[in-house]
Nanobody, 122 residues
């Protein structure tokens, strides 16, 4: 599975932005897909994950109520809708996929995409 993240950009605090993660390869619908982010000078952190069926999601506390993860398996795409953006959301955002596994949220991912930069100005 190859993942391609897109949709980043420069926005102002309070604005919204939607990221997309498009997967190539078969059986995408069998993968749990997560979003991560890495701010300058900081370690990568988990943001959100959606189960392969779309029926279960999990978010880091700092984005709950502001970000929504969703997927369209027919389009091999996972979305991250980000509302009420804050300067501290500035980071490179990555998507990742995990096949199989029973732990929730997933502890590890098999595939990673390149990042897309989100910059939120104050």
């Amino acid at each position: 599975v190859q993942l391609q993240a897109s949709g980043g950009g420069l926005v102002q605090a309070g604005d919204s932005l939607s990221l997309s993660c498009v997967a190539s390869g078969r059986a995408f619908s069998a993968y749990d897909v997560g979003w991560f982010r890495q701010a300058p000078g900081k370690e990568r952190e988990f943001v959100a994950v959606i189960k392969w069926s779309g029926g279960r999601t999990y978010y880091v506390d700092s984005v709950k109520g502001r970000f929504t993860i969703a997927r369209d398996n027919a389009k091999n795409t996972v979305y991250l809708q980000m509302n009420s953006l804050k300067p501290e959301d500035t980071a490179v955002y990555y998507c990742a996929a995990r096949a199989g596994g029973t732990d929730w949220p997933p502890n590890s991912y098999n595939y990673w995409g390149q990042g897309t930069l989100v910059t939120v100005s104050s």
